[in-house]
């Protein structure tokens, strides 16, 4: 019924509203419009992070019957969010402290044995659901990824530093390093009879091959460009997005991963220019624009996924497997790593969100198989969902529980309201 009245609505508008650019421009326009406040308004009056609010506003559009995105994701859409999902991987790339695994290489133990326990649990338990293989293994591929996009934002938003936090950054970089490779090398393999291990291997060594390539290139056009104009440039700024909105293009064409060869590029350009560079106000400023946007269209497409008791119950054990798993593997591997078990437990928390990069690996899965896509959707569109909103909420009390957080956590206005009454 509530869609039937939104599409009436739209509708009438569409006959009344002739924008030059076009009704959905409007209408995206007012929904980052909404999303921007209400972010502003969650983390000031409820103390939580802007990507809470983003989240619910994208929920509420999703769930009254917006039908501004086509899923599975294709064309502008699918393009915005790889260009988001690149601009947050590329930074996080160029923070990844390559020398400190030669000094501590349990931290890659760490990641390797977190990531291969979330994939076996989840699909153990989705198997012993009755749940088809072919299902349950792009699920449990997704679900080995814990979104840098919330967790940075969420570190931002409670202004958090410690060993925690870049410990948590570091290894949510590394699973989705892993799970990129493998989810787009394996959704062109779904519908295949079973293979042997070199039919396997190969079309992850062409991802993979190819995203190193058009990383590489990227690098080294940055590297080139660093030695002439200064970092704290306008114009620096705006040929550090081009030139990663042209490999996301130019990947994504060749067949490999946009998201990884942001990756790459950010982690080889870290090589090349090893001194600190700080990313200029003005990228900040475009990029939290498409971070916004990437979160709101992950909950608006969420959102629009057929909610169900009997899918209810496979979502949250799911969802359980993989805090559990998360968490155990971290743990398991700590000693040697230089962390507490306190810090261990702190760290597994903070890798619970879910986000765009799980979106897009769905959506390659779907788009490959729209036979199976059907049932893939069923359970991880609520499960993405979900773990946005509250893997931002576990994220936020991990980094406060760890006490690496300068910002107290306490609603703004009610921090306001006492300082008054003193």
Known sequence: MSSFITNDL?????????????????????????????????????????????????????????????????????????????????EAGGRLPLRWFRHNPMVLVQSLLEATLTYFFVFWVLHWMDVPDPVANPIALMAVVASPAVLSRVVIDTRGSGPVTERALTLATLNTFYALTLGYAQAGLIERAPLGLFQKLYPVAVVLGLSFVVGALMALSLR??????????????????????????LAAHLGGSAPLAALIGGVLLKALHPKPWVWPRQLGTAASLLTMLMFVLVS?????????????????????????????????????????????????????????????ITSGFVTASPLLGAMITQIALPAILLMEVLGAVLATVAI????????????????ITEETQR
Request: with cysteine; net charge neutral; charged share 10%.
């Open 300 to 360: 608006v497409v969420a959102a629009q996924a057929d909610w169900s008791l009997p899918i209810a119950s496979v979502v949250l054990a799911v969802i359980a497997v993989r805090t559990v798993a998360k968490i155990a593997g971290v743990a398991i591997a700590n000693p040697g790593s230089g962390a507490s078990w306190r810090q261990a437990l702190w760290v597994g928390c903070a890798m619970a969100p879910l986000s765009s990069i799980a979106l897009l």
């Open 224 to 249: 080139s460009a660093l030695r002439v104009m200064s970092p704290t440039s306008e114009n620096t700024s705006i040929l550090l997005l081009a030139i990663i909105a042209a490999g996301a293009a």
């Open 10 to 90: 739209l509708g009438f508008w569409s006959e009344w509203l002739r924008p030059s650019a076009g009704l959905p421009t409007v209408l995206w326009s007012l929904l980052l419009a909404a999303a921007a406040a209400a972010g502003h308004l969650v983390q000031r009056y409820a103390g939580m992070p802007k990507v809470v609010g983003y989240s619910m506003v994208g929920t509420v559009v999703g769930l009254a019957g917006f039908e501004g995105v086509m899923w599975p994701l294709q064309g502008i859409s699918l393009f915005l969010l790889e260009l988001g999902v690149a601009i947050v991987l590329f």
């Open 400 to 415: 406060h529980g760890a006490g690496e957080s300068s910002r107290p956590w306490m609603p703004e206005a009610f921090s």
